[in-house]
């Protein structure tokens, strides 16, 4: 897909790597200059570099989504070095380490640290952020407005699973604070949407996948086997679903969740 995003400039948070990265690349593929803000030092400047080395135009801005005040600091450094700032993509996400317990043995740090990052995280940036968004895009109702935000949920986020427990309820939250945005930015111009993956395969989601022989794992095979497409998502597709929500053409989308999960949420695959 090609869109025009030349002059357009965009904050993809979590960019260093996983679906952050293949949503940078799709945006600088497409025009954009992109800044990416990561808690991760090395791997974000080092994708910075990458991008610069070919050709684009990206900054890498250390910071903590869940940290207010570094996300007000992100914000400033990256309209201080842009200009200006128009679109913002909420990536940066964790989930439950590998121990997964039901929710009357979760342990409270990982609650509090998931729902920090996950859900909070959407918050501390969109807040940073927004003013700066108003500042430059086109103004109201116009078919022109290049104000966007686009926030990766999950899933989890519409269909519960289980052990889980602080996933599923910032990624839920992450889908209801979407829509609540876009009623709130729509009149002025920002139109807010979500994308929400199913299992993407990642360097982290790799290894949960493949065994050594580079086959299906037993898991992997009965977490395939609820997705009617039979296998996990590549970041770049879940990219191109994000370079759609900040293409021009989609001017009258505004607190959609766009699910790219291979069916996963269609419905049961099971027959009756
Ligand atoms: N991979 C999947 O199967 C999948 C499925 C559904 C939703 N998602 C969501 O997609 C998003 C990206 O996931 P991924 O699989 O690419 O993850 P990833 O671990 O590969 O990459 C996440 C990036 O976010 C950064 N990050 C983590 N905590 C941060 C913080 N506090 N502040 C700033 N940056 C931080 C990391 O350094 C990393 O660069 C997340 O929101 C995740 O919940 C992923």
Not at 131 to 153: D, F, Q
Not at 162 to 189: D, H, I, W
């Amino acid at each position: 897909m090609k869109v025009a995003l030349e002059e357009r400039v965009a904050i993809v948070t979590g960019g260093a790597q996983g679906i952050g990265r293949s949503i940078v690349d799709a945006l600088i593929d497409n025009g954009a200059q992109v800044a990416i803000v990561d808690i991760d030092k090395e791997a974000g400047k080092k994708t910075a570099e990458e991008i610069q080395q070919s050709g684009g135009t990206c900054l890498f801005v250390e910071g903590d989504v869940s940290n207010a005040s570094e996300m007000v600091s992100a914000a400033d450094q990256v309209v201080a070095h842009f200009g200006k700032v128009e679109i913002l993509v909420n990536n940066a996400g964790i989930n439950t380490r590998s121990d997964r317990v039901p929710i009357h043995q979760y342990a409270f740090e990982d609650w509090q640290r998931i729902l920090d990052i996950d859900l909070t995280g959407v918050f501390t940036t969109s807040r940073a952020v927004i003013p700066h968004i108003l500042e430059c895009h086109s103004k109201s109702g116009s078919e022109n407005a290049t104000g966007r935000i686009v926030n990766i949920s999950s899933i989890a986020g519409l269909v519960p699973l289980r052990l889980q427990s602080a996933y599923v309820a910032a990624k839920a939250g992450v889908a209801n604070l979407t829509r609540s945005m876009a009623l709130e930015l729509g009149p002025e111009g920002i139109l807010v949407n979500a994308v929400a993956p199913g299992s993407t395969l990642t360097r982290g989601t790799e290894a949960l996948f493949y065994g050594d022989d580079g086959a299906y794992t037993e898991n992997a095979a009965s977490l395939l086997s609820h997705i009617p497409l039979g296998r996990p998502g590549k970041t770049t597709e879940i990219a191109a679903a994000v370079l759609f929500l900040v293409s021009p053409d989609a001017s009258y989308i505004n607190g959609n969740i766009l699910t790219v999960d291979g069916g996963w949420t269609a419905g049961y695959t099971r027959d009756w």
